[in-house]
């Protein structure tokens, strides 16, 4: 079982938020089921959490054994594209409800859907709407 993370996830474990615990606790229960991975993306986000380096971000990911999935097939490529024409259509045709969402979104939940089998996330309604089939742990 190979479960992609969202960066909300170690973010909030950073800035030690109410829910940190149980996102160590989910963690763990996680990493016993298999691989923990992120995306490319989520690698890059992190960098801009403040005073994260990369010393700290490469220490963290071997502490806690999380995998930086660099290698990202074409198929979560085209599943990015598909999946951000449609959130740009829907977009331009009702009233924008919310912040515009960025491309690293709709790639963080492509590399789960193709390269992972479920992904963790703080933000479920950002990856059941544009991603339904991808299963939400």
């Known amino acids: 079982m190979r ?3 969202d960066t909300n996830v170690i973010s909030s474990i950073w800035s030690a938020e109410p829910t940190a ?6 963690l763990a229960m996680a990493r016993l089921d298999g691989a923990l991975l992120i995306s490319p993306p989520v690698f890059a986000e992190l960098h801009a959490y403040p005073g994260a380096t990369e010393a700290f971000i490469s220490q963290f990911l071997s502490v806690t054994g999380i ?6 097939e074409e198929a979560v490529w085209v599943e990015t594209g598909r999946r951000f024409a449609l959130y740009a259509t829907r977009r331009r045709l009702s009233v924008p409800t919310g912040p515009r969402r960025q ?3 709709f790639m963080i939940g492509a590399h ?5 089998d479920r992904i963790f996330t703080l933000d479920p309604k950002v ?9 939400l742990y």
Not at 67 to 72: A, C, K, N, P, T
Not at 112 to 116: E, R, Y
């Open 112 to 116: 789960a859907l193709v390269q992972a």
């Open 67 to 72: 995998i930086v999935d660099f290698r990202l």
């Open 21 to 26: 615990q149980d996102v160590i606790s989910k």
């Open 3 to 5: 479960t992609a993370l």
């Open 103 to 105: 491309i690293a979104d």
């Open 127 to 135: 990856y059941t709407q544009d991603f339904p089939e991808i299963v």
